[in-house]
C-alpha cells in the first residue's frame, strides 16, 4: 500500500519541476491547499442533503402551493392484475403483437390497452410539485454560489488579468474565503452524485453523471496542486447560468408560460456565450498558454487541461441542443415540451384538450452546472 501511495502521489506528476510536497505545506506565515481538505467536502455534501430536504419541505414546497401547483400525480390506471403482471415482470412498453395479444385475452380495444400502459408509465413518475421544489432548491444554491464567487472575484487580480493565476505558481497561499468557496462547491458536487440514484429519473443520466464526475476530478485535481485561482474562475462562469435555467423551469411548472420563454432565452444566450465564447478564449487560453509561458508543462498539467477540454465537448454538445430547441421555438412561436420531463401525456388528456395538450410548452426538470440537455429537444444544467 505504502508503494501505490508513494506512486500516486510522485511530486514529479504533480508538482512543476524542482517543487516538493514539503515546499507546499501549510505554516505559520501562510496556508496552502493539502489533500486531505478535500475530505471535509462528504460530510459536508450529507449536510447540503439534508439541507435540501429540509429546504424542499418547509420553503419550496409552500411556495409551490402558493402558485397552485398541485401535489397530486397523473390519472391512476385502472387496477388490472393480468396488464399489472406484463407491466412489472415483462416490459412497460408492449409492442403491436403483445398489445394484440392483450386485446384478445381482455376483449378490450389497442388504444384502451396503450392508454392503460401510458397511464401506469406516468403513476411512477414524479409530480409537477416534486419537480418544482426540486428546481427551486437548485436555484437557489445556484445563484447563492454564483453571488459567492462574483464577490469573492471581484476583489482578487487574477479576475483581471489572469496571468496572475500563474505568477509564483505554485507558492501562491490559500485565502480562507477561497478554500470555503472551493469546498462548498464541491460539496454540492458530491451531494449531486449521491442524488442522482434518488432523483428524478432522467434520459441523460449518464451524460449528468459524466459531467458531475469530471466537475469533481477537476476541483480536487486543480485544489491539490493549488491551481485554485484558475478553478475560482470556471466555477463563477459555470454557475452564471445555471440558476437561469432553474428559473426557467420553475416558471414553466407554475403555468408562467412568457416568464418561462423570456428565462430561458436570457438563459441560451448566456450559456451559449459563456461556454463557446469566454470558456475557450478565457479559461483555456490561460491554462493552455499563458501557463505554458509562465510555469511550463509538466504531467498533472497536460491532465488538467485534458479535463477541461472534456469539458469543452459537453459545452458543445450542450450548445448546440439549446440552439436546436431555441430554433424550434422561433420556428413554431413557443419554447417545445421537453423530454426530460418524462411525463407522457396520456390519451385522456389528448381526448380532453385536443390540441391544447399538444401545444403544451415545458422546460424540463433537471442539475444543474447544473441543467443539460441530453436525447433531441430536451433540457438540462450543474
Not at 460530510?43 to 439534508?50: E, G, K, Q, R, T
Amino acid at each position: 500500500m505504502a508503494g501505490i501511495l508513494a506512486w500516486f502521489w510522485n511530486e514529479r506528476f504533480w508538482l512543476p519541476h524542482n517543487v516538493t510536497w514539503a515546499d507546499l505545506k501549510s505554516t505559520a506565515e501562510g496556508s496552502f491547499p493539502q489533500a486531505q481538505d478535500l475530505y471535509l467536502a462528504l460530510p459536508l455534501a450529507l449536510c447540503i442533503l439534508l439541507a435540501r430536504l429540509v429546504f424542499q419541505r418547509f420553503i419550496a414546497r409552500p411556495c409551490a402551493l402558493s402558485l397552485k401547483i398541485q401535489a397530486n400525480g397523473p390519472q391512476r390506471a385502472q387496477p388490472n392484475a393480468i396488464l399489472e403482471k406484463v407491466f412489472t415482470a415483462i416490459t412497460k412498453h408492449p409492442d403491436e403483437k403483445r398489445l394484440e395479444g392483450l386485446s384478445k385475452q381482455l376483449d378490450w380495444d389497442v388504444h384502451t390497452i396503450q392508454r392503460w400502459f401510458r397511464q401506469r408509465r406516468n403513476h411512477e413518475k414524479p409530480s409537477v410539485l416534486t419537480k418544482f421544489c426540486e428546481s427551486m432548491w437548485k436555484f437557489t444554491f445556484y445563484l447563492y454560489i454564483f453571488s459567492y464567487g462574483v464577490r469573492f472575484l471581484k476583489k482578487v487580480p487574477w479576475l483581471w488579468d489572469t496571468r496572475h493565476c500563474w505568477y509564483s505558481y505554485p507558492y501562491q497561499p490559500l485565502p480562507s474565503d477561497l478554500h470555503y468557496y472551493y469546498i462548498v462547491e464541491l460539496a454540492f458536487y458530491w451531494s449531486l452524485i449521491f442524488s442522482q440514484f434518488t432523483d428524478i429519473k432522467r434520459k441523460d443520466f449518464a451524460i449528468m453523471f459524466l459531467h458531475h464526475t469530471a466537475t469533481i476530478a477537476l476541483l480536487m485535481f486543480s485544489y491539490i496542486n493549488n491551481m485554485v485561482r484558475v478553478g475560482t474562475l470556471v466555477m463563477c462562469l459555470h454557475d452564471a447560468s445555471d440558476f437561469l435555467l432553474e428559473a426557467a423551469k420553475m416558471a414553466n411548472y407554475a403555468k408562467c408560460q412568457r416568464l418561462c420563454e423570456l428565462l430561458f432565452i436570457i438563459f441560451s444566450l448566456v450559456f451559449i456565450s459563456t461556454r463557446l465564447g469566454l470558456y475557450p478564449t478565457w479559461i483555456l487560453n490561460t491554462t493552455m498558454f499563458e501557463s505554458w509561458e509562465i510555469v511550463g508543462p509538466y504531467p498533472s498539467w497536460w491532465v488538467f487541461n485534458l479535463l477541461l477540454l472534456l469539458l469543452q465537448l459537453l459545452h458543445s454538445f450542450w450548445s448546440y441542443l439549446i440552439a436546436r430547441i431555441a430554433c424550434r421555438a422561433l420556428a413554431r412561436g413557443k419554447v417545445l415540451k421537453d423530454d426530460q420531463s418524462d411525463i407522457e401525456s396520456s390519451s385522456d388528456e389528448e381526448d380532453s384538450t385536443g390540441s391544447a395538450a399538444a401545444n403544451r410548452r415545458y422546460i424540463g426538470a433537471t442539475n444543474g452546472t447544473n441543467g443539460y440537455l441530453s436525447g433531441g429537444v430536451y433540457l438540462e444544467e450543474h
